[in-house]
């Protein structure tokens, strides 16, 4: 069974920085994409970066610049460096995983989110 457990959330001051995690277990974790999404109140779930199996990184425009994801497959984890963050980055940050089968079905994968405060 697939699990994907997020840390490192938390409050911060308005310009700080933190580092998400994100550690999976249940699947071969080095050959699949992992993604970031978010989620702020009242807003619908937005794509915030995403790293593929060969470590290609891609970022949502309104990210770029301030956020580096990357992985250890070692350690099967998915990091998301958040820099300069502002108040508008207040959201719940979830991992996600996909698997496609024979049928061209996909599964989704989520964790339970972590909480990230932006308030000074």
């Known amino acids: 069974q697939v699990h994907l457990v997020e840390s490192g959330g938390g409050l911060v001051q308005p310009g700080g920085s933190l580092r998400l995690s994100c550690a999976a277990s249940?699947?071969?974790?080095?050959?699949?994409?992992v993604h970031w999404y978010r989620q702020a109140p009242a807003k619908g779930r937005e794509l915030v970066a995403t790293?593929?199996?060969?470590?290609?990184?891609n970022y949502a425009d309104a990210m770029k610049g301030r956020v580096t994801i990357s992985r250890e497959n070692a350690k099967n984890t998915v990091y998301l460096q958040m820099n300069s963050l502002k108040p508008e980055g207040t959201a719940v940050y979830y991992c996600n995983a996909y698997t496609i089968d024979w049928r061209s079905r996909r599964t989704d994968y989520w964790g339970q989110g972590t909480q990230v405060t932006v308030s000074s």
């Open positions: 790293i593929d199996s060969g470590g290609t990184t």
């Open positions: 249940g699947i071969i974790f080095e050959i699949y994409a």
